[in-house]
Every structure is written in structure tokens, then in C-alpha cells.
């Protein structure tokens, strides 16, 4: 269990004591999409749904979720965000919306987390949005796709990661 860093010697959960490490700058990216029928996609590009403009709703999710992580990922610590983006493009070729989430802070842990639930609850939103057009949605290729700072340094996803 020695790499594990939320599991004690004899396998117990604990939360990662970061008290000493130097507070930088971080920032994490992550992407997600929602593949779905054309006619859905088209729907959602328009801002005809029932419920409202699905982008709109998706990125207010998806900034609101990085906010609540540390309620929602268990172990994982409360942090000050500085900035959190949700950006939603179409993706017209495979048919999908992609979600992408920016998060920054300056402080003692990563914004990994962060990043992963804003695109993770964004995607989540835009398949409660457009279920009703469309229940044979897919959520896919929710991913880290970058990182900033920390002890453990850069991290940039290749083309032959997952």
C-alpha cells in the first residue's frame, strides 16, 4: 500500500496530511463528453430545450460542483479555488458535446479533483437536460488532461494514455 497516499500501513483511509508542503500555484484541466442522436445535439446547440439553455445550466453545474468536492470525494481536502472554467463545445463529428473544466488555486494540494467534477457533473447536467429527447446518451472519456505545480510536478496526457 506504500504509493496509496489515503491508506494508512495496515489499509485504513486517511486524509492526506498536507500541512507542510509549500503553498503554489496549481491548476488542473479535465474534458468529459456526452455523445448523443444529431437531432439531440442540434437541439441542444439551438437553446430550444424544455428545460432552458443546456450550456448555460452545464457550466453553472459544473462550477458549482468544483466547489463542493471535497463534500462529495471522500478524503479529499476543502480548498480555496481562485478560478473555475467550464467550457462546452460541439463536437459535431462524433456527434457529442465536450466539456472542458479549468481549475486554479494557490495552496498545499492539487485541483485534480476539481477539475474532474465539474466536467463530471456538467456532463451530468447536460444528459438530465436532454434526456427527455434523448435517454441512449452516452457520458465518455472523462479524463485529467493537464496539471500545474506541486511537489509531484507537470502533468500533460499523451495521445497514448487510457
Same mark, same amino acid.
Given at each position: ?6 491508506? /494508512? ?8 496530511? !498536507?500541512? /507542510? ?16 442522436? $444529431? ?13 432552458? =439553455? ?21 478524503? +479529499?481536502? $476543502?480548498? $480555496?479555488? =481562485?478560478?473555475?472554467? &467550464? /467550457? ?10 465536450? &466539456? ?20 463530471? !457533473?456538467? +456532463? ?9 429527447? /434523448? ?16 511537489? =509531484? ?5 499523451? $495521445?497514448?494514455?487510457?
Amino acid at each position: 500500500m506504500g504509493d496509496l497516499t489515503h491508506l /494508512d500501513a495496515s489499509g485504513h483511509a486517511r486524509m492526506v496530511d !498536507v500541512g /507542510d508542503k509549500q503553498v503554489t500555484a496549481r491548476e488542473a484541466v479535465a474534458s468529459g463528453r456526452v455523445r448523443m442522436a $444529431p437531432a439531440t445535439l442540434a437541439r441542444a446547440l439551438a437553446g430550444d430545450s424544455k428545460k432552458g =439553455s443546456v450550456r448555460a445550466a452545464a457550466q453553472i453545474a459544473g462550477i458549482m460542483a468544483a466547489k463542493k468536492t471535497a463534500e462529495l470525494i471522500p478524503l +479529499c481536502h $476543502p480548498i $480555496p479555488l =481562485s478560478s473555475v472554467a &467550464v /467550457d462546452i463545445a460541439a463536437d459535431e463529428a462524433v456527434g457529442a458535446l465536450v &466539456v472542458t473544466a479549468r481549475a486554479r488555486t494557490s495552496g498545499q494540494t492539487g485541483v485534480e479533483m476539481e477539475a474532474l467534477t465539474a466536467v463530471s !457533473v456538467a +456532463c451530468l447536467t447536460i444528459y438530465d437536460m436532454l434526456k427527455a429527447s /434523448d435517454r441512449a446518451m452516452v457520458i465518455e472519456e472523462i479524463a485529467l488532461l493537464e496539471k500545474r505545480g506541486g511537489a =509531484s510536478g507537470d502533468y500533460v496526457r499523451g $495521445p497514448s494514455a487510457g
